[in-house]
């Protein structure tokens, strides 16, 4: 089973399901709402009860604040250390910069769709799933035609079609795209 982050938002209606639903399939999820026994994950009205109405320049200010710091470093260090990042539409900022990182980490990453507009960057993930029932299904098989990474395709081009094992190889040993620009041919 994998460690899996679980991306989403305080007011996604759905993100405790599929922390569940992953936990009750046997992976070690970390659940941003509950980061460890007794702690109710951050909120920035801890800091400030009238967080919302904060200039830049306080806003900038309060992440320097220690429950902020605190906040970012459980978050920081649970991302850094999952095998497997799941963005729950939908979502916000944060999610999607940490879905980002993941992506960039050379983590497995899936995105659980909601009705909302269609993102092109989503073609960075791994795999989209439409249904709780099928990120468990995905992220749980052992079956390699319906387990979300039997092997890496080329993170350059689509033609190739290479496959490889390590992420840290930026494009297969073919490609004519040069590191580390592996996503600039979306750009023409």
Known sequence: MSKIYVASSWRNDRQPAVVEALRDAGHDVYDFRNPEPGDNGFHWSEIDPDWQSWSPERFRDCLEHPIAQDGFAK???ALASCEVC???QPCGISA???LGWAVGAGKR???LLADG???LMYRMVDQMVLSIEEAVEVLSSDDPERKLWPARRCNACDVCKSTFEHISTPHC???T???PSRFEHDAS
């Open 75 to 77: 978050d920081m260090t």
């Open 86 to 88: 799941v963005l729950v």
């Open 96 to 98: 999607h910069l940490e």
């Open 109 to 111: 990453t899936a995105v």
């Open 117 to 119: 507009e269609p993102e």
């Open 173 to 175: 040993s073919g490609c």
């Open 177 to 179: 795209i040069p590191s």
